[in-house]
């Protein structure tokens, strides 16, 4: 039991780094970072194969359950823009659920995507100033913080009946991962 609980610690923190260096590459935010976090970027693409790699050695469910609900979540704001897929976003996106369905318990698929949705609101919570002030897109400057929090209230009992454990696991590192990027 200890192994798995490790393990799975290892993979989430992992797919943790990839999802926050993909955001940022597809949000081109790297330049306000020191050089430490430019460097990694250079070689973002040779990391995150290997962070994936090792990721779904050590947890192939939560690795790809999360990685996927980040991507799919991701596309939700923009649902008809054309991919380099030559599909409509709304079209991969289900194209994902589908995947996820098909391929992991559906249970970790909807644990997977409820945790997301936590660490994407949670996210919002603290950038919605920044947000707000640059003009990007933001949850809690459309619907307030109020909502907001009572959402992933919410979300977080949901996912803590789902699986308390994995919620145990997961929100932790999705917060030291937020703590150790902001320190770069």
């Given amino acids: 039991m200890w192994g798995e609980i490790v393990r799975r610690y290892i993979a989430i923190f992992l797919i943790g780094v990839i999802i926050k260096i993909l955001d940022d590459e597809i949000d081109q935010d790297f330049y306000h970072k020191g050089h430490f976090?430019?460097?990694?970027?250079?070689?973002?693409?040779?990391?995150?194969?290997?962070?994936?790699?090792?990721?779904?050695?050590?947890?192939?469910?939560?690795?790809?359950?999360?990685?996927?609900?980040?991507?799919?979540?991701?596309?939700?704001?923009?649902?008809?823009?054309?991919?380099?897929?030559?599909?409509?976003?709304?079209?991969e996106l289900l194209l994902i659920i589908f995947i996820n369905l098909l391929l992991i318990p559906v249970w970790i698929f909807l644990h997977s995507m409820i945790i997301i949705m936590i660490i994407q609101l949670m996210d919002d919570l603290m950038d919605c100033y920044y947000d707000r002030k640059y003009g990007f897109p933001n949850l809690v400057n459309s619907f307030g913080k109020v909502e907001v929090s009572i959402t992933i209230l919410i979300l977080v009992v949901i996912s803590f009946m789902m699986s308390w454990i994995n919620t145990l696991i997961i929100i932790p590192v999705a917060i030291l991962i937020n703590y150790l990027y902001s320190s770069l």
Avoid: V, W
């Avoid at 976090?37 to 947890?59: G, Q, T, V, W």
């Avoid at 609900?69 to 409509?88: D, E, I, T, V, W």
């Fill in 37 to 91: 976090y430019l460097e990694i970027m250079k070689h973002r693409l040779p990391y995150c194969l290997l962070f994936m790699s090792m990721a779904m050695i050590l947890d192939p469910f939560y690795s790809f359950g999360l990685f996927t609900s980040a991507y799919a979540l991701g596309m939700f704001r923009k649902l008809n823009l054309m991919l380099p897929s030559q599909l409509k976003s709304y079209q």
